[in-house]
């Protein structure tokens, strides 16, 4: 509950509030508490504070990471340590975070979610618990860092549905998300997406109508996030688990361990790095005869997108890469039985192999995928984007020429590294970066790169066909 409310202030209301943690939050350590509020550059502060104003502006539509705190200049959050717990004391915070004064408590719950996540990978990694070096230490981090968040739940069947799409999308896609949401949810699936708007949003609220009307209670809508992305991408009404991983890297794992399988919405960079990121990894040798059912699913509208990203998936990793996944157009309750009989067969492998339902540890994840990419010019004009080597490792590269462009669109490092040096540039073998630039432009074309409303997109990157 809150101690204290003030007025509005500025352009935009404004509420000024100290708050009692909902939902559970451990006691924090004198360290703890002073590192969150420790304001340098080796300090936790503006972390936290970046990702607790994208959580009070949950709801918000926008994919500039600077534009919030040009909208709340003055906001500010402090964890002060008590006698009885601790509060965190609120200041110019948007007023859409509280009703008659009381904060939401969904979203009390979700500050709570990024008070814990901050402190426990910080103290982890401070600490040396965590050995990011190798593929068994980067998979246990993701592993304690999900515990740590109780995203794991034993002794319950495999039904976690991992949703993937754009948050730039048509209303018809949008629609058509919650169809297949609802059909998901009729049939007793929980939802995990990137926590964002649009298709990560719809599966969600399509889902949540279902599950009230079959009285199903203790639902989950899991939304996985990573620092560089909430600020951009703040975390829809419906989340109700929230957990932000280190990077993006482990965020895609976390997806693909938790997850019994994956629908892909239509997207853009961002859902193509993801295609690439999990394909590479069921590419993998290791990784041969794991279930693993995916489904690219839209609108009829829609049928051209998944021709232009099937078309460039067999044309970089082989034809024989589609046997991986399966397209549906227009069909919500097909989709919901092709994922029904897949997760059942992910039953039945975890059984036969002793896998635990809730992580997937005998899925093999290559170090290449693991490791965090950071997209400087200079790293993004080294990628090898040539056939002629093993295919997950081409996969490997191109989900980071992908993710690159992502970091350019809406990050904030990104766009500052673009603003500064000008755009990346893409190098690679001529056909596929002629059909890279096609589908790029097609993003552009179809509005799937900057949210429709705001200024026409300038893109961040240039694609250069190597001359043979």
Same mark, same amino acid.
């Given at each position: 509950?809150?101690?204290?409310?003030?007025?509005?202030?500025?352009?935009?209301?404004?509420?000024?509030?100290?708050?009692?943690?909902?939902?559970?939050?451990?006691?924090?350590?004198?360290? =703890?508490?002073?590192?969150?509020?420790?304001?340098?550059? @080796?300090?936790?502060?503006?972390?936290?504070?970046?990702?607790?104003?994208?959580?009070?502006? @949950?709801?918000?539509?926008?994919?500039?990471?600077?534009?919030?705190?040009?909208?709340?200049?003055?906001?500010?959050?402090?964890?002060?340590?008590?006698?009885?717990?601790?509060?965190?004391?609120?200041?110019?915070?948007?007023?859409?975070?509280?009703?008659?004064?009381?904060?939401?408590?969904?979203?009390?719950?979700?500050?709570?979610?990024?008070?814990?996540?901050?402190? $426990?990978?910080?103290?982890?990694?401070?600490?040396? +618990?965590?050995?990011?070096?190798?593929?068994?230490?980067?998979?246990?981090?993701?592993?304690?860092?999900?515990?740590?968040?109780?995203?794991?739940?034993?002794?319950?069947?495999?039904?976690?549905?991992?949703?993937?799409?754009?948050? @730039?999308?048509?209303?018809?896609?949008?629609?058509?998300?919650?169809?297949?949401? $609802?059909?998901?949810?009729?049939?007793?699936?929980?939802?995990?997406?990137?926590?964002?708007?649009?298709?990560?949003?719809?599966?969600?609220?399509?889902?949540?109508?279902?599950?009230?009307?079959?009285?199903?209670?203790?639902?989950?809508?899991?939304?996985?996030?990573?620092?560089?992305?909430?600020?951009?991408?703040?975390? +829809?009404?419906?989340?109700?688990?929230?957990?932000?991983?280190?990077?993006? =890297?482990?965020?895609?794992?976390?997806?693909?361990?938790?997850?019994?399988?994956?629908?892909?919405?239509?997207?853009?960079?961002?859902?193509? =790095? =993801?295609?690439?990121?999990?394909?590479?990894?069921?590419?993998?040798?290791?990784?041969?005869?794991?279930?693993?059912?995916?489904?690219?699913?839209?609108?009829?509208?829609?049928?051209?997108?998944?021709?232009?990203i099937d078309q460039f998936l067999r044309l970089t990793l082989g034809d024989d890469v589609a046997r991986?996944?399966?397209?549906?157009?227009?069909?919500?309750?097909?989709?919901?039985?092709?994922?029904?009989?897949?997760?059942?067969?992910?039953?039945?492998?975890?059984?036969?192999?002793?896998?635990?339902?809730?992580?997937?540890?005998?899925?093999?994840?290559?170090?290449?995928?693991?490791?965090?990419?950071?997209?400087?010019?200079?790293?993004?004009?080294?990628?090898?984007?040539?056939?002629?080597?093993?295919?997950?490792?081409?996969?490997?590269?191109?989900?980071?020429?992908?993710?690159?462009?992502?970091?350019?669109?809406?990050?904030?490092?990104?766009?500052?590294?673009?603003?500064?040096?000008?755009?990346?540039?893409?190098?690679?073998?001529?056909?596929?970066?002629? +059909?890279?630039?096609?589908?790029?432009?097609?993003?552009?074309?179809?509005?799937?790169?900057?949210?429709?409303?705001?200024?026409? $997109?300038?893109?961040?990157?240039?694609?250069?066909?190597?001359?043979?």
């Amino acid at each position: 509950m809150n101690d204290h409310v003030a007025g509005a202030t500025g352009p935009l209301r404004t509420v000024s509030a100290r708050i009692s943690p909902a939902g559970g939050l451990d006691i924090l350590s004198r360290n =703890e508490v002073a590192r969150l509020r420790d304001a340098s550059g @080796s300090g936790l502060h503006m972390l936290l504070r970046r990702c607790a104003l994208a959580v009070l502006t @949950s709801g918000n539509i926008g994919d500039d990471p600077r534009s919030m705190f040009e909208q709340y200049p003055n906001f500010d959050i402090q964890v002060l340590q008590q006698d009885r717990g601790i509060k965190i004391e609120l200041s110019n915070a948007p007023e859409q975070a509280f009703v008659d004064g009381q904060i939401i408590r969904g979203i009390n719950e979700l500050l709570v979610a990024v008070v814990r996540d901050i402190v $426990y990978v910080s103290a982890q990694l401070e600490s040396g +618990n965590f050995d990011l070096d190798d593929t068994v230490g980067i998979t246990h981090a993701v592993f304690e860092i999900l515990r740590n968040a109780r995203m794991l739940k034993p002794q319950v069947d495999p039904n976690l549905v991992v949703c993937w799409g754009g948050h @730039s999308i048509s209303r018809d896609e949008y629609e058509y998300t919650k169809r297949v949401g $609802y059909q998901l949810g009729l049939r007793g699936m929980d939802i995990c997406t990137g926590c964002g708007p649009g298709a990560m949003k719809g599966p969600m609220k399509g889902a949540n109508i279902a599950h009230a009307k079959q009285r199903r209670r203790h639902n989950r809508y899991i939304g996985i996030t990573e620092p560089g992305i909430i600020a951009a991408e703040s975390p +829809n009404p419906i989340v109700n688990n929230l957990v932000i991983m280190p990077d993006i =890297e482990k965020r895609l794992e976390a997806f693909v361990r938790m997850g019994h399988g994956i629908i892909v919405f239509p997207g853009g960079v961002g859902t193509a =790095e =993801e295609i690439l990121y999990l394909l590479g990894i069921l590419l993998h040798p290791d990784n041969a005869g794991a279930p693993f059912p995916l489904i690219f699913t839209g609108p009829k509208d829609s049928a051209a997108y998944f021709e232009q990203i099937d078309q460039f998936l067999r044309l970089t990793l082989g034809d024989d890469v589609a046997r991986h996944y399966q397209i549906i157009v227009d069909n919500p309750t097909a989709v919901a039985h092709v994922m029904q009989r897949g997760i059942e067969k992910v039953r039945n492998h975890r059984l036969d192999t002793k896998d635990a339902f809730f992580f997937n540890w005998s899925l093999h994840v290559p170090l290449p995928f693991q490791l965090p990419f950071h997209p400087t010019h200079e790293a993004m004009a080294g990628l090898n984007l040539r056939r002629g080597r093993p295919r997950h490792e081409l996969a490997a590269d191109l989900r980071r020429a992908f993710s690159g462009i992502v970091a350019g669109n809406v990050k904030d490092e990104g766009v500052r590294a673009i603003e500064a040096y000008g755009p990346f540039v893409i190098d690679g073998e001529a056909e596929i970066m002629r +059909n890279l630039d096609n589908l790029l432009k097609a993003f552009v074309v179809q509005h799937r790169m900057k949210l429709p409303g705001g200024s026409a $997109y300038v893109p961040c990157y240039r694609v250069v066909a190597e001359v043979a």
